[in-house]
């Protein structure tokens, strides 16, 4: 399987080397050149498998350059109990005969990041050694919030890496933050970016983009690349959860097999729903694809008129790891929509960095309408959810989980469609208690980690063992920049 970027098909490259890069020297995303078809008799062979298998048969039919027997050991490495709290991984919740929520935050940061990002590093270490490459790799991350723990979490003190991750300056939950600077392992760096999200991976872009600074960095032993979900290696785990999510309710006996599923994403940077449009493009059997945002609503409003525009008010959220407003992986659906017409794809883009909106062809806006329902919910509307969920079903939801419900909610309400439904939780609600012991009545005293006891004490709902351990740790990192300066703090940083 060979990977080509979204601007340019003539660059191609083997799926280590994809891995390797993270992002395509012309800006542009790394993109399979043909999308895998599975059908029944390959979902009906992990029905009964344990996740890290499901894992290794999937990402094997894209990684053509790793062996099953690779795949599946990374799997047990990222997978096992030391990492996750439950043998399951990624369990799905029955709330009701006809609505599932999917958990994604069992993992050692309490994020869905955990499930890319636990694979991620061994993946680029194998592609190292793959591709011969004797450089140590710098890895930029721009992160709203979860990405950047857990990429420091995956790739702490692993051999031939440093990772130096940016995150918005006031713009994360205190106890995102303190999982950020407290964290350990003698190559990571972390850095408070004055401005947002956008601009915190408009910065990690322009570095990757910029010719001097590579070659200054490749003097001194270093090449860059990303965990952001602009690198491959990011994506295609992810492909994994809704495939194994399926298999669960086929299993459980809540759908028969070839029965429809729809999934409700929370989105922000568009990752998490491009990797279950690519699932469904593979052949898994789903309906519609219905994307929640926000009161940063830049993709409903996407969704429903082809129009991407980003030139409007930024918010900053109770569920912030959704507070963006240049989604990059839409790049890679824009692609795949236009029949992979790079030439078009690089237009939008251009488009997008000169004026701050593009406008799509009549034959992707069709295509969009038939793929996906787009929502948003704001923040009266996020409370009421989590206070619902947690009065009426006694569920404890965080934030974005509560997003995804409520506009899950919307699009039944708007459409009548009965469907079987999976939500998706990305966080534990223990990332978010201020909000989460607001929301259900109760007034928190602070807003940091002092308040895990008491959402433990009102919910009795277990804290989740990593989260507990942040109490009284030390914090490493106090880095402010600006925008502009994010290339010295990685020279420095490389020093």
Request: net charge negative; glycine share 8%.
């Amino acid at each position: 399987m060979k990977y080509y970027s979204t601007r340019d098909k003539a660059v191609r490259m083997e799926s280590a080397e994809a891995i390797k890069m993270g992002l395509s020297r012309d800006g542009g995303l790394l993109t399979p050149e043909s999308i895998p078809q599975i059908d029944e008799a390959f979902l009906n062979s992990l029905v009964n498998a344990r996740y890290q298998e499901r894992a290794a048969k999937v990402m094997g039919l894209y990684l053509t350059d790793y062996t099953y027997e690779e795949l599946l050991g990374f799997a047990e490495n990222a997978y096992g109990p030391d990492k996750f709290d439950t043998d399951a991984v990624a369990p799905v919740r029955k709330v009701d005969g006809t609505t599932h929520c999917l958990e994604l935050w069992h993992g050692p940061t309490s994020a869905f990041k955990d499930m890319a990002l636990q694979m991620l590093p061994q993946l680029l270490s194998a592609a190292l050694r793959k591709t011969g490459e004797e450089k140590t790799v710098c890895i930029l991350v721009a992160t709203s919030g979860d990405t950047g723990k857990a990429a420091m979490e995956g790739f702490a003190d692993v051999p031939q890496t440093k990772i130096m991750v940016f995150y918005p300056k006031d713009g994360v939950s205190k106890v995102q933050e303190t999982q950020m600077v407290t964290q350990d392992g003698a190559n990571v760096g972390v850095c408070a970016v004055v401005g947002n999200f956008d601009d915190a991976q408009a910065g990690v872009k322009r570095i990757f983009s910029d010719e001097k600074m590579r070659a200054t960095l490749a003097e001194r032993g270093y090449f860059l690349s990303s965990a952001n979900s602009i690198n491959w290696g990011r994506i295609l785990p992810q492909v994994v959860y809704y495939i194994s999510a399926y298999c669960d309710l086929v299993r459980d006996g809540e759908i028969k097999m070839g029965g429809k599923v729809n999934f409700c994403v929370p989105t922000g940077n568009f990752g998490d729903i491009l990797a279950a449009y690519y699932a469904k493009r593979m052949g898994l059997p789903v309906g519609k694809l219905i994307c929640a945002s926000n009161c940063n609503d830049v993709l409903t409003d996407f969704l429903r008129t082809g129009v991407y525009d980003r030139n409007r008010p930024f918010h900053t959220t109770m569920s912030p790891s959704m507070d963006i407003l240049v989604s990059s992986n839409l790049e890679r659906l824009l692609f795949d929509l236009s029949g992979e017409n790079d030439a078009e794809v690089k237009g939008y883009m251009e488009t997008l960095a000169k004026d701050g909106r593009y406008e799509v062809s009549d034959a992707i806006k069709t295509a969009l309408k038939e793929q996906y329902w787009g929502g948003f919910c704001d923040e009266d509307g996020t409370a009421a959810t989590i206070a619902e969920y947690y009065k009426e079903q006694g569920y404890l939801i965080d934030t974005h989980t509560a997003v995804a419900a409520n506009v899950m909610e919307q699009y039944r309400k708007a459409t009548g469609d009965e469907t079987v439904t999976v939500f998706v939780s990305t966080a534990s609600p223990y990332k978010f208690c201020n909000h989460v012991l607001t929301a259900i009545g109760e007034t928190p005293a602070g807003d940091g980690v002092e308040l895990l006891d008491h959402l433990n004490s009102v919910s009795g709902v277990t804290v989740p063992r990593r989260l507990a351990a942040l109490k009284g740790k030390q914090r490493r990192f106090d880095m402010t920049a600006e925008k502009q300066d994010m290339d010295n703090v990685v020279l420095d940083f490389l020093k």
